[in-house]
């Protein structure tokens, strides 16, 4: 039996900063757009991101949000998709933690 996948975000607040993408300017249309695609891609195979060893995680995610997991997906123009994978008896879920740009990625992960 195939388990159903799902995309979820962290926080209700993270969904509608997500959602408010699609109102705001150009460029944030565009991200939304990225965001999108990613989301459907990770329907399709939650795991088609890039795995991060547990060495590199950053301590706020193991803190905030107990983490078992944490995958990066490369969105265009450098930007980057942080998620984490949920998953029981019937669902896999993806779930969005933050996007950010290559600038804020990289301090965030200390590189």
């Not at 900063?17 to 999108?36: R, T």
């Not at 450098?78 to 993806?94: C, F, H, N, P, S």
Request: charged share 35%; proline share 4%; glycine share 4%.
């Amino acid at each position: 039996m195939n388990k159903e996948r799902r995309v979820g975000f962290i926080t209700k607040k993270l969904r509608v900063e997500f959602d408010s993408l699609n109102k705001g300017k150009s460029s944030d249309k565009q991200l939304y757009e990225f965001i999108n695609r990613a989301i459907d891609d990770l329907k399709e195979k939650p795991t088609c991101g890039i795995k991060i060893p547990k060495k590199l995680w950053p301590k706020t995610y193991i803190k905030k949000y107990d983490i078992t997991n944490l995958w990066k997906y490369d969105l265009p123009t450098g930007w980057r998709l942080i998620y984490t994978i949920e998953t029981d008896e019937i669902m896999i879920v993806a779930i969005i933690l933050e996007w950010f740009d290559h600038k804020n990625y990289k301090k965030r992960f200390n590189y």
